[in-house]
Each structure stands twice: as structure tokens, then as C-alpha cells.
């Protein structure tokens, strides 16, 4: 399985961006697709996932109510809509696909390149 992660972009504080990780090869063996955010000389964080079957979603603390994830499986892609950006959202967001049951699992099996978000003060 290959993720590419796509979107990112230097937006101002209270804007909202869009993220895409689009899947390929041997899709069929996801269960979850999750999304981590990284920033400099921080741990990395979960940000939150969605399971490929039913669309259930589950969201890291500092993101829930202002973070959405979808999915559209006729295009393998899962999507990371961001609203009400801060700046302590500035972080390298990256997809990442779980094969195992387990929405709430951190321990995931494939990972792809990250995209810069940067939000201004």
C-alpha cells in the first residue's frame, strides 16, 4: 500500500484547509486510515482515523470539533478537513493505513509523506 498526502499550505489563523492521502496498491487490505501530525522537536500526535468500511471516525483531543475526516472509496482517498486553524496546528500532516481492526489503534502498518501546514498568527 502507497499513501501520498497532499494539501498543505501557509493559511492565516481561523482559516480552514483541506487535506487529501490517497491510497494505492493492495487498497482492498485497509482497514483504517489515520491521520499524524509532527512539529518541530515534538512528538508525533494522532490526529485522528476512519475505517474504510463503515466511514466511523474517532479524533485526538486537540482537534475534535474543528477536524473532520472523510472517505471516498471509489478513489482510495481520505479526507483531512481543518477548520479553525490555530497556529499550534503548524505541523507535517501525515497518512497512515492500519490492515487490523482497531479505529483507535496508534500502531498503524503503512505510512506515507507528510504535507506542510503552516498557520500564521
Known amino acids: 500500500v502507497q499513501l501520498q498526502a497532499s494539501g498543505g499550505g501557509l493559511v492565516r489563523a481561523g482559516d480552514s484547509l483541506r487535506l487529501s492521502c490517497a491510497a494505492s496498491g493492495r487498497t482492498v487490505s485497509i482497514n483504517s486510515l489515520g491521520w499524524f501530525r509532527q512539529a518541530p522537536g515534538k512528538a508525533r500526535e494522532f490526529v485522528g482515523a476512519?475505517?474504510?468500511?463503515?466511514?466511523?471516525?474517532y479524533y485526538g483531543d486537540s482537534v475534535k470539533g474543528r477536524f473532520t475526516i472523510s472517505r471516498d472509496n471509489a478513489k482510495n482517498t481520505v479526507y483531512l478537513q481543518m477548520n479553525t486553524l490555530k497556529p499550534e496546528d503548524t505541523a507535517l500532516y501525515c497518512c497512515a493505513a492500519r490492515s487490523r481492526d482497531g479505529l483507535h489503534s496508534r500502531d498503524y502498518d503503512y505510512w506515507g509523506q507528510g504535507t506542510q501546514v503552516t498557520v500564521s498568527s
Open positions: 476512519i475505517t474504510r468500511s463503515t466511514g466511523g471516525t
